[in-house]
């Protein structure tokens, strides 16, 4: 009785996708993006979003036809028990590569920004203790978590970009496409996004533990939407005040945004400390996420469901691959390597997966 | 062998009344008055306060009364029990009343005014019943007894509540004795539906726990958890209602209240109203209410007697006072010692002069402040009030004007602490308040040591916990997380009543509609009808 | 579970709190004028980062004198009894040292410091004239690269010694960096000056097709600032300065802003002075491809209003229609001289190369490509003003 209650209705479900979207990768997303395509970044991030979307449309198509499984449970029933096991090891690898990578990614722009003298490891094991405590709890509380820190992350940004309307320039972001546009550059660009988003996989962990998994599409697609345009938003605003040359020069072009701003009353007169506290609590929540995957996929795939356990043991793997690339240039070579090759592909992984469940005629029993 | 021999003595001493009973070979009363009033003569031969009182019913048979003074009201002894039998023009006729089969009935049914009498034969029974205040009436040639509730007990008058002191509203409030709470319950719901039900715990003190809940509201599954958590307690003894919230909570590792509790019988029946349970407790001035969420802890039931807007403002303001209470003292280290950039230049200027001389790093400041607030504030709980308001003064004045003269602290340290201090008075429970100012150390320390990052990660520690605490299976952020729209509008807003329709879904009431929806418009005026110049 | 984090604890509380240090533990720099180092000062250079005579060849002789205004803790007075009067040398304390770059100059101030150089409060960083003319790019990207300085400092042309602008003592503000900083926010809130702060001045500097502009100024008595217009650069060099009531024209032109600036108006067969004050300035930038060639038409429509009147107390509404057209001419005049020295010095700063790139990407792509094609078009390019001025009230006296 008390598990029906318990169920994550659609609601949180789209705050789980939004808090999981909206990252680590919130800083450095605009500058990747610009790389490319220049001023042509805000709509090469609408193209992106577009992929995504058909990834996350994908992944809510094989949800639904396996209501009561996860994506370690579907695996197997498709693609055959050793073949399944395997694909789901290989996911649950590139997850605890990428945890590893992001947590690196949050601690390099802390070490940046804040706290340039206190070892790197500090705000590593910091993050990855707040995990690990956390991510053993029921799908509830994890929900619950989800839900309660997406206001706390997103009102913060969205005060920011209201101030910073004030410094945007109009020819900062024209024309659409960019200069000297060529498809392949923008194609680039664009795929920065869904590579950077491509975390909405763990919604392939909650589906089942949902109060109607067959009316899931409509709130991962809203919750989809809605990270896609703040995030649009965000592209749009760092593009429009800065101009692609200047954000090819910085790291943290989201950051130093923060830092341009004047509020009207000076209580603070620097906001970027207010808009770092709001991205700790996105960085967390995304990796709370995938830690979510990690635990509760070993969990599945083995049988073994001693959460505590397992999300204790998954911390110093994660520790030690955070601390493996050697410097900020490294980490995001391994994290474009990772997220381009492993991430990029799982988006098309989902119509894979139906199609050879059609073929076979797997269904989940209702 | 001498030793042990006299060690085994002294234990028989040791043992009280009740064992040696069980001991002696006459458990059972016989027919035999004279047995029967050595057996129990003999159990509490020691207490000065045991009286038996021998006397003859209706002058011919022997009888006598077995009572605890200090436990009784002798008056009525002497006027409901013992006259009535003694009287030998009693309305019954003295043969027929001798006459008849069975002495006890027709004394119970013919002869005393009493309310409250039942015949009991158990030997144990009858030592319970003298133990609980009543009086035990033995007739020669019977081995049952009569049982008269005669129990009085000094009580203090009903006051109004100490910890939950109102502007606006009744002020009354519960007292240690338990029938008297509940009749302050009953007075505010006259519905048969309301239900008291008694449970007995505490190996020894065999205290009497009633839980009150109303049966067409109230979750079925919460009112059967509730009652086998507390038939769970085994426990010697249960001194207050603290002991039960102890044993019933569902994390008692969590800093965190998970039940709330409260003098107040109004702000009892208002969430009985709404599906929760209340727990009394004998002896205990505090009722329990099960389940608790973290909103109902910065609420008070004044809040629902002012207009809405004031009391929204106002929960409002008590919630940014917890928020204070927890972060300020931290937020300020971070900004002084890790980000002076945050606050603007002027302000930094100030602060470094008011800093100069200061031997301490900001952080060991802020925690020997906190300390000593904490000191101060203990010990003027603890003092006499007459005292304590001196102290107040010494600790004001020593705390404030002279350690910042000595150069101990800095002047804007003193104010932090204040503000930090005076916002976790503002928090109306007190059991939570103190979760929140001790949870503030931890933060000092964290942001201490790593700045504005040990401030969000401590903040996230503390509500992470907090969204994976349940009270009896109710979330505890509710109705925030999980979001529940008809939740919001009683939380750090409040609502007009008239918005007010349904009860609280997550304690899943058996009838989520308050009252049936009535098509209601405001106010009319009565005025408006006449028709201008006739009156 | 629990043991481990009370290990890592520990470890932390053992090993130190690394990034923390008290307000009084760092000297918190105010302000910093960036001078010219003269061979004798480098005479004496502290030689910190380098040998003597070591500094890698070829860069050494853009040597720069760096003053440092630092806030003393514990000789500004809290609360009222403090404030003003005993004049800022007090209070702070400028200390002067060479370097061949900014952060070798910062790293030499180190070496005499005991408490750690602080960039996250400096208001105004100060160039001297030559420092702006030599070019800024190098002296730039140390103050880039610090998290600490924050974007919404100012930059501002001294055009004298830099140095001189911090030994300003004003006798109203503690420090004398706040109250020049003070003087230079106001001076946007006013209308005198564009918004023009450190960070968005780097922008601009980046962007292509726009030269930036920062503030200039003057020390005036020893004790405070006057604003003496703005500084135009081409790319990182500064090319000259335009006069105050030339920049309140720069700004109309450039982006809606509040006019701060009066113009002293005759009217041709009447007697008179009028003081006309531009009250909101809003361009409109028209952009044209004619014959491959790019020309531009600014439309400024400016709301103004008679503050002042000397010698004619005549004010009439035909009157007023006649003010508003000689008010019109006289700014277009200077509008358009202003555009023609902007031109031919090749300081695009009204962004009009930006808006091309923006609108017309392939022309852009195909024939500039760079600042310096740009600068060249630039020149030749066909630019005409338009003032539509609107005199929208004469303040509280009806004539």
């Known amino acids: 009785m008390n598990k029906q209650r318990d169920k994550v209705t659609n609601l949180q479900l789209s705050f789980i996708v939004i808090s999981t979207m909206i990252g680590v990768s919130l800083l450095s997303l605009t500058r990747f993006i610009v790389e490319y395509s220049g001023s042509g970044a805000p709509f090469a991030t609408l193209v992106g979003i577009v992929i995504g979307l058909i990834g996350i449309v994908g992944l809510v198509l094989v949800g639904k036809r396996f209501p009561t499984k996860t994506i370690i449970g579907y695996n197997e029933i498709i693609l055959g028990k050793s073949f399944g096991r395997m694909m789901s090891v290989f996911i649950i690898l590139l997850f605890i590569i990428l945890a590893g990578l992001e947590t690196r990614q949050y601690a390099e722009a802390i070490k940046g920004s804040i706290l340039s003298e206190t070892p790197i490891q500090v705000a590593i094991i910091a993050m990855i203790l707040l995990c690990m405590t956390t991510s053993y709890q029921s799908v509830a509380t994890f929900a619950y978590i989800h839900f309660f820190y997406v206001p706390l992350i997103l009102i913060p940004i969205l005060l920011i970009l209201v101030f910073a309307f004030r410094d945007a320039e109009m020819y900062h972001v024209t024309p659409f496409l960019g200069h000297e546009p060529s498809i392949k550059e923008f194609i680039n660009g664009a795929l920065v996004l869904p590579q950077a988003l491509g975390n909405f996989l763990v919604i392939a962990m909650v589906i089942p533990f949902m109060k109607e998994p067959m009316k899931s599409m409509k709130g991962a697609v809203w919750g989809y939407l809605i990270a896609g345009l703040i995030i649009f938003i965000v592209v749009t605003m760092t593009v429009a005040v800065f101009g692609d040359k200047e954000i090819m020069q910085m790291f943290w072009p989201t950051l130093i945004l923060g830092r341009m701003i004047q509020v009207p009353t000076e209580i603070l007169s620097r906001i970027d400390a207010i808009l770092l506290i709001s991205w700790i609590y996105a960085v967390f929540t995304t990796l709370l996420s995938y830690y979510f995957i990690i635990v509760r996929g070993i969990c599945e795939l083995f049988r073994f469901h001693h959460y505590r356990l397992i999300s204790v043991l998954a911390a110093p793997i994660v520790f030690i691959i955070a601390i493996l690339p050697d410097d900020i240039f490294h980490m995001y070579d391994y994290i474009l390597l990772v997220t381009k090759f492993a991430l990029l592909p799982l988006l098309v992984y989902p119509f894979m997966l139906l199609v050879v469940a059609a073929i076979r005629r797997k269904k989940g029993h209702e | ?535 | 579970m629990k043991k481990s984090i009370i290990y890592v604890g520990l470890l932390v509380f053992i090993s130190g709190c690394w990034d923390r240090y008290e307000i009084e533990e760092r000297a918190n720099i105010l302000g910093i004028a960036i001078d010219i180092a003269e061979e004798e000062d480098m005479k004496d250079e502290p030689n910190v980062s380098h040998r003597q005579g070591e500094f890698p060849e070829g860069y050494e002789q853009n040597s720069v004198k760096i003053t440092a205004q630092i806030s003393l803790p514990g000789k500004i007075k809290l609360g009222p009894e403090g404030g003003g009067g005993e004049g800022s040398q007090k209070t702070s304390w400028t200390l002067e040292t060479v370097g061949h770059t900014v952060k070798d100059a910062m790293a030499n101030l180190q070496q005499q410091l005991a408490e750690k150089l602080y960039l996250g409060h400096v208001q105004i960083i100060v160039i001297s004239e030559e420092i702006a003319k030599r070019g800024v790019e190098e002296i730039n990207d140390y103050f880039r690269r610090s998290p600490e300085v924050r974007r919404t400092a100012w930059m501002i042309v001294n055009g004298g010694d830099a140095k001189k602008v911090l030994e300003a003592a004003p006798p109203v503000e503690n420090v004398s960096s706040l109250y020049l900083s003070n003087t230079l926010d106001n001076a946007v809130r006013f209308g005198k000056l564009p918004r023009e702060y450190l960070g968005k001045y780097w922008i601009n500097l980046s962007s292509e097709g726009i030269d930036p502009v920062l503030p200039a100024v003057q020390v005036i008595n020893n004790d405070r600032l006057l604003i003496e217009g703005v500084a135009y650069f081409k790319e990182d060099k500064m090319i000259g300065k335009i006069s105050p009531i030339e920049s309140g024209v720069f700004m109309g032109m450039r982006g809606k802003t509040p006019g701060g600036y009066s113009i002293p108006m005759t009217l041709p067969n009447e007697n008179g002075v009028f003081m006309v004050k531009a009250t909101t300035q809003k361009p409109k930038i028209n952009l044209r491809m004619e014959n491959g060639k790019p020309d531009a038409e600014i439309k400024v429509t400016v709301d103004a209003t008679v503050e002042e009147e000397v010698d004619s107390n005549q004010l009439k509404a035909p009157m007023i229609e006649k003010l508003e057209k000689e008010t019109m001419k006289k700014a277009n005049q200077i509008a358009s001289e202003l555009i023609e020295k902007l031109q031919s010095d090749g300081s695009d700063i009204f962004g009009i190369g930006a808006r091309i790139r923006a609108k017309y990407a392939s022309y852009w792509d195909r024939e500039v490509k760079s600042d310096e094609r740009w600068a060249e078009i630039y020149k030749e390019m066909d630019i005409r003003v338009d003032y539509d001025i609107n005199i929208t009230d004469t303040g509280m006296e009806w004539k």
């Not at chain 2, 107040?264 to 608790?292: H, K, Y």
């Not at chain 2, 006072?321 to 945050?342: K, Q």
């Not at chain 2, 001196?390 to 910042?404: D, E, F, M, R, Y």
């Not at chain 2, 529940?484 to 009683?490: C, M, P």
């Open chain 2, 1 to 535: 062998m001498v030793l042990w021999k006299r060690k085994k003595k002294s234990d028989k001493e040791q043992i009280p009344s009740g064992q040696i009973i069980d001991n002696s070979q006459d458990k059972q009363l016989t027919h035999d008055l004279v047995h029967n009033i050595d057996t129990l003569t003999n159990v509490f031969q020691k207490d000065t306060d045991f009286s038996s009182r021998t006397f003859h019913i209706v002058g011919e048979t022997p009888a006598a009364a077995f009572y605890i003074s200090s436990l009784v009201d002798k008056e009525k002894i002497n006027r409901d029990i013992i006259h009535p039998l003694q009287e030998t023009n009693s309305r019954a006729d003295r043969t027929t009343l001798l006459g008849k089969k069975n002495l006890l009935l027709s004394l119970l049914y013919d002869v005393l005014y009493y309310s409250d009498g039942e015949i009991v034969s158990g030997y144990d029974e009858i030592l319970d019943a003298i133990l609980h205040g009543k009086t035990v009436v033995l007739v020669d040639g019977y081995h049952d007894a009569l049982i008269l509730d005669t129990f009085t007990l000094e009580k203090r008058g009903i006051t109004e509540p100490e910890s939950e002191r109102v502007v606006r509203g009744p002020r009354e409030g519960f007292i240690e004795v338990l029938q008297t709470n509940i009749s302050l319950l009953r007075y505010r719901l006259p519905v048969p539906e309301f239900r008291a039900e008694s449970i007995e715990i505490g190996e020894k003190t065999k205290t009497k726990v009633a839980v009150c809940y109303l049966d067409n509201i109230a979750d079925d599954d919460l009112v059967l958890e509730v009652k086998k958590r507390i038939n769970d307690i085994n426990v010697d003894r249960i001194l207050d209602a603290g002991y039960i919230e102890q044993f019933i909570q569902d994390n008692p590792r969590s800093p965190f209240p998970q039940v709330q509790n409260t003098e107040r019988p109004d702000r009892a029946v208002g969430n009985i109203l709404e599906g929760r349970v209340v727990i009394l407790v004998d002896g205990s001035p505090f009722a329990l209410i099960v389940p608790a969420v973290f909103n109902q802890f910065y609420q008070t039931s004044e809040d629902y007697l002012s207009r809405f807007i004031m009391s929204s403002i106002i929960r409002f303001i008590r919630f940014v006072a917890l928020l204070f209470s927890l972060t300020f003292s931290s937020l300020y280290i971070t900004v002084l010692s890790f980000h002076p950039e945050m606050i603007p230049a002027q302000f930094m200027v100030a602060a470094s002069s008011g800093r100069a001389g200061v031997p301490f790093p900001v952080v060991v400041e802020v925690l020997l402040m906190e300390i000593a607030m904490e000191i101060l504030r203990e010990a003027t709980i603890r003092m006499p009030q007459q005292v304590g308001g001196a102290l107040s003064i010494v600790g004001v004045l020593v705390i404030g004007q002279a350690a910042v003269s000595a150069g101990f602290v800095s002047p804007i340290t003193v104010v932090i602490i204040a503000l930090s201090t005076i916002g976790s008075f503002a928090t109306p429970s007190y059991n939570a308040a103190i979760a929140f100012r001790m949870l503030k150390f931890p933060l000092i320390i964290l942001s201490g040591i790593i700045g504005l990052l040990g401030l969000a990660i401590g903040l996230m520690f503390i509500v992470n916990h907090m969204l994976s605490l349940r009270s009896f299976g109710v979330p505890y952020f509710t109705p925030l997380s999980p979001w529940n729209k008809e939740g919001v509008k009683d939380s750090f807003i409040r609502a007009p009543l008239r918005w007010f329709k349904e009860r609280p879904s997550e304690l899943h009431p058996k009838d989520r509609i308050r009252v049936e929806s009535s098509v209601k418009e405001g106010p009319t005026n009565p005025l408006a009808n006449r028709k201008r110049g006739k009156s």
